[in-house]
Structures are given as C-alpha cells and as structure tokens.
C-alpha cells in the first residue's frame, strides 16, 4: 500500500482495506494458479460471499502479477484478486499489469512499463531527479592497446559457424523465409528436441556507419573500460578493452527500443530548453500519448539521440543506460539424434513500415521501413549468390560466424514415440514440428515402434509458402506422417484455416488425442491460441459434453502436458 504523502504501509488483515484510500496488490502465482501461502488466508476472507458489494467503494486499487506465460494458468493470482477487489466495489486506477517470467528482464519488463502509469494515476509527487555517477570509467585506450578478440562473445554463449543460409520462399517474395544451419560439432553445445536457439546479433552495418558519422568515433578506436561497481557480477562485466565496433555494433542495442530510464536520462542531460520541456512532457500522465507514439513508431536509441542532441551522454552513460543486445530465441527445427552435430532453423525476416501519429510530430522515425535485428542479420549473414531459388555456402571452407546459446523446451516433450502426435504450424511455427517429426523418423529407422503422425500446416499461397514440401511428402509416402493436412488462405476464394481442417478431421482429432492417449503440439502466432476452441468441439460432439467441459479437459491436458502452445 503506497500514499503519495505518508510512508508506505503494509495491510495484514483483509478487513483493514476499508480504512485506505488507495492500494496496491503486488501478486505471485505458484504453480498451476496457486496462491501464495503468506496471501491464501487473506484472499479466502475476502471471498466471503457475505460481504456487501459497496465495500470497497471508498478504496482504490491497482493489481500487479508475476508470473510466467508457459504454465497454464498465467498471473492466475493477480487476476483473482483484481475481479474480487472489483465485485466489492473498489475503483481500479487502471488495467491490471502482467509481469511475465518470460520477457527479456523478467517481470521487470513490464513492472517499467505498468509503474509510472500507477504513479500517474495516484498524483504522487515527481521524485528528485539526480543524474547518479556512472558505473564505469571510459577512456580511449593508449596508443598499442589490443582487444583480446574480434567478436565480442556474451558470457554464457558460443561461436559457433553458419553452414547453411538457404532461401525457401521464391526471390521476389514479399516475405523472407529461409532454412539456417549451425554447426555445433566440437563446441560443448548440445540440444534436445523442443529447444530454442538464441542468436546474439549485430547492428545493422549501414545504421552503425551513421552512428560512427553522428558520435564522430571511428570503429578502430579502442575504449579502455574500467568498471567501478565492485557488486557487479563476473559475468556482467565489459572486456577492459574493446573497439568502438565491438561496444556499439556487437554489445549495445544502440537501434533497439529504448526503456523509459533512457528518455529520463536524456532529460536530466539536456541543456536545450525545448528538448528538455519535450522530454520531461513525455514523461508525465499528460504526453503518455507521445510517449507510446514513439514506441509503436519503433523508436530506437539513436533516433532519440540524434532528436535530443544537447543531451550528449557520454560512452559511460550509454554503457549505463542503453542494455546490451540480448539473444533472439527461435524454436529448434531439427533433432539431436537425427543431426547431433547440427542445429537448424526455419526462420521468416519481421520487416514493417511505422505508423504516423495524428497527434504528435514523431519526425523521420514514423512511417518508415524497420527490419528486426536477429532476423535481418541472420538473413544477410554468409548470403552466398542465388543458386536457382537457393543460397547455398556448401562451397565455402571458411564459414561465417554466429553468437549462440542454446534454450530449454518451453513445451512438454513425450517421454517414448508410443503415442500419436498432432501438430499444427503456422507459418514457420512448423521449426520445432520438423523437430519431433525427425525424433521420430529416427526412432523409426533404428528399428523402434513408432505412433501415428499428424501434421497441420496454415499460410498463404502454396506455391510460395509450402515449407518442406519435399520433406512432408516423402515422410507421407512412407507412411511416417499419417495425415499431411495443409491450408492455405488465398489460394481460393473463400479462406482455409489450420481450424478448419481440426473441423474435417474430427475423427482422427478424436481418435489421436482421446482414445490412444496422444499430444497435441501448436506453434505460431498469437492465433494458435485460440485452436483449443475448436479442438474442444470436437471433443464435445463426439462425447455429447459442453463446450465448457471439453476445454476443462483440454487445460488438464496442459496441465499433463499433453496439449502444448508455443506462440509469439
């Protein structure tokens, strides 16, 4: 419980709610949508249902969760306690924040996010702005200093060779999607099926020439980098010495969206009074609207730098506030027993054009192509000429390198190849799908039994978007995949989805999932989600059940680990 004009203060008692004016929940959930045991007590007296629906009219209230996306049951603690604080009557300041264990800095990502709203909301006063002295002492290093290496290598990942870089959508496709291949052999790496790879990228080489050409550093100049946080972990420390090249194109994600930490950085810097009144607007309740202009437009680092120019954050800053270029995580699509030596990877460029604000001046930054990081530098990493529809490097000796660090499964993986599998990708959500057919063509071809394979595929235009045809085919003929049940959108007038093929083959759905005890895996966009409605009907007509009770069952199965989603 937090008072704009009082200390903090702890609640320990459910009934003591009515006495504040405005509280804050901040809420962990355990497991499959526990509560925390310091809170179960709490929450069960506040479910009386003889507590009047105006208690809590005086109270306002705000809900933070923490959780993690990959269990069943996300922030079920937090949403618990935001419905029944509602039902009472309480005023909620705004929309409940999700932190997710999932996101790049944990719940703190989108604590960042949802906290200065909630200040806002409260009229707390603006904190005294102190500028504290950077963690890190910078100096362009004496004449005949050497960094140890050419690549700067984050703590935890490996340098490992990209063998293969093949394109698997026509040229002049206006989307990207190509077939990658690490080579992991002799490198202490290893990975199981499920897994995902993250790639360390580097700055785009045409952005990087105009940051050197804005900062007036070379990509030769050498930095001497002196750390001056004694608690700072080993593993979170700089290379005392590192090229201008290595510390903006390989470590800091100059060109990445900034955090709300930079712009009050920026405005504690700035000496040009309409650049520090614009950023400190920004700031408030007020320019919210600005502030999330400059997020959707994709706003990065150096557009904010090259905005606010009388700011000139020093090289200590930067390290300070700009965070270090962090893995992009792409699902396996390979198996360990079928390429022990390998690591594929199917992978699609995310490419947009920004939106323009009708509101506020956002400059050059709004309605301009963008590219993302990873999937661009992976794409124009080792690009060999075409070769037909191809680009190959199998003639190459010399491979490029990538940064790479391998992640566990986010999803259950059967323990044997005894049960059927239904599996649905879209797009290229069918990388860790070829993953689990591979284990399982292995398992065949070493002599094991073997299930029933189905694989559901949705995209675009077949002749563009088909991705392993070749392979799928194959695996049909030899009558590994039992039902190959593509859908493409546009290839007709009328739209064919991934869920319409789930309706034409309830049968097997049924057969597969429920009667011989299978998984069912689905990767791809944030749509995958939502096959479970349409599983469930399944479910329900051939049982004569509720819908409801057909997803019952199915989030059991989540729970078992039988029906899994990996979306994006």
């Known amino acids: 419980m937090y008072e704009p004009e009082s200390l903090p203060a702890t609640i320990t008692m459910w009934n ?21 045991g310091n809170c179960k007590t709490f929450y069960s ?4 249902a003889d507590l009047p629906k105006d208690f809590l009219n005086d109270t306002m209230f705000a809900v933070f969760g923490m959780g993690d996306s990959h269990y069943v049951y996300f922030n079920e603690a937090a949403r618990l306690f935001d419905e029944r604080l509602g039902e009472l009557g309480g005023v909620r300041m ?19 996010n949802w906290s200065p709203r909630l200040w806002n909301e409260m009229g707390t006063k603006e904190p005294e702005k102190i500028l504290l002295p950077a963690t890190c002492s910078v100096i362009v290093a004496p004449e ?10 984050s703590p935890g990942a490996t340098l490992c ?5 093949r394109l698997l959508t026509p040229p002049a496709y206006d989307r990207d999607t190509r077939h990658y291949v690490v080579d992991i052999k002799d ?11 993250g790639i360390y990228a580097e700055n785009d080489p045409a952005l990087l020439d105009e940051w050197f050409d804005f900062s007036g550093y070379t990509p030769e100049t050498i930095f001497q980098i002196d750390d001056l946080n004694p608690d700072r972990k080993d593993a979170d420390r700089l290379p005392q010495f590192m090229t201008a090249k290595q510390l903006f194109g390989q470590c800091l994600d100059l060109f990445g969206r900034p955090k709300r930490r930079f712009y009050e950085m920026l405005e504690m810097l700035a000496t040009d009074p309409r650049e520090k009144a614009e950023l400190e607007f920004i700031l408030t309740k007020e320019g919210d609207d600005f502030y999330r202009d400059f997020g959707k437009a994709t706003a990065n680092h150096m557009d904010l730098l090259k905005r606010y120019q009388s700011a000139k954050p020093s090289v200590e800053y930067l390290i300070d506030y700009v965070p270090k270029i962090k893995p992009r995580l792409y699902s396996i699509a390979s198996s360990p027993n079928m390429t022990p030596d390998e690591i594929h990877m199917c992978i699609i460029q995310d490419d947009w054009n920004t939106p323009k604000s009708e509101k506020n001046d956002l400059g050059p930054i709004a309605g301009r192509y963008q590219a993302g990081l990873a999937s661009t530098f992976l794409k124009t990493t080792g690009e060999a000429p075409l070769i037909g529809n191809s680009t190959l490097m199998h003639h190459r000796t010399n491979y490029p390198k990538v940064v790479c660090k391998v992640n566990a499964a986010a999803v259950n993986v059967p323990a044997d190849h005894t049960k059927p599998l239904v599996m649905a990708g879209l797009g290229t959500g069918l990388a860790p799908i070829r993953g689990l057919v591979q284990d399982r063509v292995k398992a065949h071809n070493d002599g094991q039994q073997v299930a029933p394979m189905a694989v559901l595929f949705g ?16 695996l049909v003929n030899k009558g590994l995949i039992t039902h190959l049940l593509p859908a493409f959108s546009r290839d007709q007038k009328h739209k064919i989805y991934v869920q319409d093929k789930i309706k034409e083959n309830p049968d097997m759905v049924y057969e597969y999932l429920i009667e011989k005890g299978g998984t069912f895996y689905a990767c791809g966009s944030g749509s995958v989600n939502d096959l479970k409605f349409h599983v469930a009907d399944v479910i329900a007509a051939k049982e004569g059940i509720t819908k409801d009770e057909a997803l019952a069952r199915l989030t059991q199965m989540q729970i078992e680990g039988r029906y899994n989603i990996e979306a994006w």
Do not use: H
Request: glycine share 6%; with cysteine.
């Open 45 to 48: 007296e506040l479910s009386n």
């Open 459 to 474: 995209a675009r235009y077949r002749a563009s978007e088909f991705l392993y045809e070749e392979e799928w085919e194959d």
């Open 187 to 197: 490198t202490g790496m290893a990975y199981e099926v499920c897994d995902s790879l």
């Open 144 to 153: 005949g200093s050497e960094v140890e290496v050419d690549r700067y290598v």
């Open 16 to 36: 003591e709610l009515v006495e504040e004016k405005k509280v804050i929940f901040v809420v962990a959930t355990c497991g499959q949508g526990e509560l925390p």
């Open 161 to 165: 060779d990209m063998k293969e870089n």
């Open 94 to 112: 705004l929309p409940r924040g999700e932190g997710n264990d999932q996101d790049e800095e944990k719940f703190e990502t989108e604590w960042e």
